[in-house]
Nanobody
Framework: QVQLVESGGGLVQAGGSLRLSCVASGRTFSNYALGWFRQAPGKEREFVAAINRSGGSTYYADSVKGRFTISRDNAKNTVYLQMNSLKPEDTAVYYC?????????????????WGQGTQVTVSS
C-alpha cells in the first residue's frame, strides 16, 4: 500500500502561482511513477502532468504546458506541482496518484493509489 497526502491548495488570483506537494508513505517511493490529475465540478477527472520513477521524464497536458512543472524528490518521498500563470479554468480539486506499471501515463485507470485531493480555486 502507498498512502498519498496532498497539500498546498488554496485561493489565488488569476496570474498567480501555487505549489502543490504530495507526500507518500508505505512502499518504496522510487518504485512508482507519479501523476497529477484534476477534477472540476461536473467534469471528469483529467490528466495534468506525470513524471517517471527517476524524474528524468515528464509529461503535460496541453492545457498546462509551459505553465505547470512537475518534479519529485525521492529522498523526501514527495512529488510537486508548481503552477504558474494560473487561470480561472484551472479551478479544480487536484489529486496526486502513483502507479507501479508502465503504460498510458495520462489515463487514471493506470494508477494504483490516489490521494484525497486538494482544492485549487483561481479567481478572475
Amino acid at each position: 500500500q502507498v498512502q498519498l497526502v496532498e497539500s498546498g491548495g488554496g485561493l489565488v488570483q488569476a496570474g498567480g502561482s501555487l505549489r502543490l506537494s504530495c507526500v507518500a508513505s508505505g512502499r518504496t517511493f522510487s518504485n512508482y511513477a507519479l501523476g497529477w490529475f484534476r477534477q472540476a465540478p461536473g467534469k471528469e477527472r483529467e490528466f495534468v502532468a506525470a513524471i517517471n520513477r527517476s524524474g528524468g521524464s515528464t509529461y503535460y497536458a496541453d492545457s498546462v504546458k509551459g505553465r505547470f512543472t512537475i518534479s519529485r524528490d525521492n529522498a523526501k518521498n514527495t512529488v510537486y506541482l508548481q503552477m504558474n500563470s494560473l487561470k480561472p479554468e484551472d479551478t479544480a480539486v487536484y489529486y496526486c496518484a502513483a502507479r507501479s506499471s508502465s503504460g498510458r501515463y495520462y489515463s487514471p485507470d493506470n494508477y494504483d493509489y490516489w490521494g484525497q485531493g486538494t482544492q485549487v480555486t483561481v479567481s478572475s
